[in-house]
């Protein structure tokens, strides 16, 4: 079993800046890409930016140049830096990772979830 616990969420007011943590930990081979997803109240869930193990980036056009995804590996860590926050950033911020598991399987986990309030 691997769990990804996440921190860093919270109210702040737009402009402003927040940082997202997420650990994995638990019992497997390998940690691949890891990402952050998004949802809304009343939308679907959306990709808000990914790394590969090797450091190769994806974001959303909604986000491009406001955030910024990085990861430490020897932690088994994925981190969202956020800046330029905007109302419409509200939503409850999950972190992912694709696993490879002991017996060489690969899972798809998810965290429980970090609100992020963007408001006045």
């Known amino acids: 079993q691997v769990q990804l616990v996440e921190s860093g969420g919270g109210l702040v007011q737009p402009g402003g800046s927040l940082r997202l943590s997420c650990a994995a930990s638990?019992?497997?081979?390998?940690?691949?890409?890891m990402g952050w997803y998004r949802q809304a109240p009343g939308k679907q869930r959306e990709l808000v930016a990914a790394?590969?193990?090797?450091?190769?980036?994806n974001y959303a056009d909604s986000v491009k140049g406001r955030v910024t995804i990085s990861r430490d590996n020897a932690k088994n860590t994925v981190y969202l830096q956020m800046n330029s926050l905007k109302p419409e950033d509200t939503a409850v911020y999950y972190c992912?990772?694709?696993?490879?598991?002991?017996?060489?399987?690969?899972?798809?986990?998810w965290g429980q979830g970090t609100q992020v309030t963007v408001s006045s």
């Open positions: 992912n990772a694709d696993v490879t598991g002991p017996t060489r399987g690969r899972y798809d986990y």
């Open positions: 638990g019992s497997f081979f390998r940690v691949n890409a």
């Open positions: 790394i590969t193990s090797r450091g190769t980036t």
